[in-house]
């Protein structure tokens, strides 16, 4: 994933605290439920904002988000995942999440202008789902890479302290996203709180920060359509086969920032 002046990941929720307050006055109160679904929608939209790097965020702005690039092409983590994978993992799927969200973003804000507190609620799941797999995807683009690297000298001292170890950690994570029921993800998360490593899975395109509380470092997709073409039913064998294509430099910048 390119980020840049060209390819920002702009934030364009219209919706902050100011702006349910005014809504809240201005005309009937919107009932207590409906509230605690715009605090989940704004636990989501500050994912977006923690997931990116050097992106000028504007809250408010009705600038619709894009399509990250991919920061290698697409044949180049071949074989580990083929070229035919990436594309449509890119191109279609990824794609989609980002053009259904924009999609629910607009709804919502007619809903909000309009005090709608029912189609609030309606839209809760369509923007947890779509702008967690916008979320998820375009930190996965950024988690892999072509060339090799290794961990920084601070992650494998926190490996070492909280899995005894690479091996125990690739273990943990090759259980957690093999336990998998269906469709989610595999990650490796930061609890701020405990300054731990935590390994994590959730279902579906639930967001690891918004739902978990942990900064995402490393997530593995094992939706079918991240490996069946290649892989098959063979799960395991995707999440073995992974590691060869692992940017650690990514994931140590990310322990980092997160600290």
């Known amino acids: 994933m390119i980020i840049g002046s060209q390819h920002s990941l702009r934030i364009s929720l219209p919706l902050n605290i100011a702006t349910v307050k005014q809504h809240t006055t201005q005309r009937q109160t919107i009932p207590q439920r409906a509230t605690n679904e715009i605090a989940n929608m704004l636990a989501i939209r500050n994912s977006f904002i923690k997931s990116t790097r050097n992106v000028p965020v504007i809250l408010g702005c009705r600038n619709k988000h894009t399509l990250p690039d991919l920061p290698y092409d697409f044949g180049a983590l071949e ?6 994978i990436m594309e449509l993992h890119h191109q279609k799927h990824h794609n989609a999440y980002v053009t259904n969200l924009n999609a629910a973003e607009e709804q919502l804000k007619e809903a909000v202008a309009k005090n709608d507190a029912s189609k609030i609620i309606q839209l809760g799941s369509a923007l947890k789902f779509n702008g967690g797999g916008h979320i998820n995807h375009s930190i996965f683009w950024k988690n892999l890479s072509p060339d090799k690297s290794d961990p920084s000298a601070e992650l494998k001292q926190a490996l ?7 091996e125990n950690f690739k273990k943990e994570m090759k259980a957690a996203a093999v336990a998998v029921q269906g469709s989610g993800w595999a990650w490796l998360g930061y609890n701020k709180k405990t300054k731990t490593l935590r390994v994590a899975a959730c279902p579906n395109q639930d967001p690891l920060e918004a739902t978990t509380g942990l900064v995402p470092l490393l997530g593995i997709d ?3 359509h991240a490996y069946y073409l290649q892989y098959k039913n063979l ?18 910048e990310r322990l980092a920032k997160a600290k």
């Open 79 to 84: 074989p580990v995942i083929c070229r035919e």
């Open 160 to 166: 070492e302290r909280d899995f005894q170890g690479m």
């Open 222 to 224: 094992v939706w079918e």
């Open 235 to 252: 799960r395991p064998n995707y999440v073995d086969a992974i590691w060869d294509v692992v940017n650690w430099k990514d994931i140590s």
